[in-house]
């Protein structure tokens, strides 16, 4: 099963577009919704993380927006670059008790094309 | 860099061996947590050790075994080696206090298995 779902699996864009990246999940317990930006043979590093208690947070071209109702959330890329070429995941956890291991979507291979 | 490191970089062994990769937290990070990335799986969360002991379990096979030690570095032993433990696994830890910087999980550069 499944717990976050992430769509699309790659995502082609033009230099200056706009990149969209979808997630859904299903527990209800998470709490705590990071992405993390990973380039060929590196390991993945936080880009942005947002708590269920905003709708939207933003940090330079990247935003994410968060639906609790819909259980969804997404990244906005603005002005995406070709240095943005790379997988994101987006993940999930409950920070609420003594686990804390992230649970990831599948990953989008974006590509920006120049 | 994320301040973690994961030795070694590459491994190539065959089925039935066995392997201990290696991570380093980062300085004060007391949890240290290992996951495995393969090309159907994505990434999968393996185990958590928090300070010596271990908080958490997810996907990890009998096989496979970890353990912090005191200076807070971490191993992880996969045994009886099979052609389908071939993968990436990553090393993250994280401080694991309260408030959003302190959860933030920091990944090592990995270290990539392949079993012939």
């Known amino acids: 099963q499944q717990q976050v779902k992430q769509s699309p699996q790659s995502l082609i864009v033009q230099k200056g577009g706009i990149s969209i990246i979808n997630c859904a999940y299903e527990n209800t317990a998470f709490d705590y919704f990071p992405w993390y930006q990973q380039f060929p043979g590196k390991g993945p590093a936080l880009l942005i993380a947002i708590r269920p208690d905003v709708s939207e947070k933003k940090e330079g071209r990247f935003t994410i927006s968060f639906n609790k109702s819909a259980k969804q959330f997404s990244l906005h890329i603005m002005d995406s670059q070709p240095g943005d070429s790379a997988t994101y995941f987006c993940?999930?956890?409950?920070?609420?008790?003594?686990?804390?291991?992230?649970?990831f979507g599948k990953g989008t291979k974006l590509s920006v094309k120049p | 860099d994320s301040g973690v490191t994961q030795t070694p970089k590459h491994l190539i062994t065959a089925t039935g061996q066995r392997v201990t990769l290696r991570c380093s937290p980062r300085s004060g990070d007391l949890s240290v947590y290992w996951y495995q990335q393969s090309l159907d799986q994505g990434l999968q969360f393996l185990i958590q050790y928090y300070n010596g002991e271990e908080r958490a379990k997810g996907n990890i096979l009998e096989r496979f075994s970890a353990q912090q030690f005191p200076d807070l570095h971490s191993e992880l032993n996969l045994s009886s080696l099979e052609l389908g433990d071939s993968a990436l696994y990553f090393c993250a830890s994280s401080v694991d206090g309260t408030g959003l910087s302190k959860e933030t999980q920091y990944f090592g550069p990995g270290t990539r298995l392949l079993v012939l």
């Open positions: 993940a999930a956890s409950t920070r609420g008790g003594s686990q804390g291991n992230l649970i």
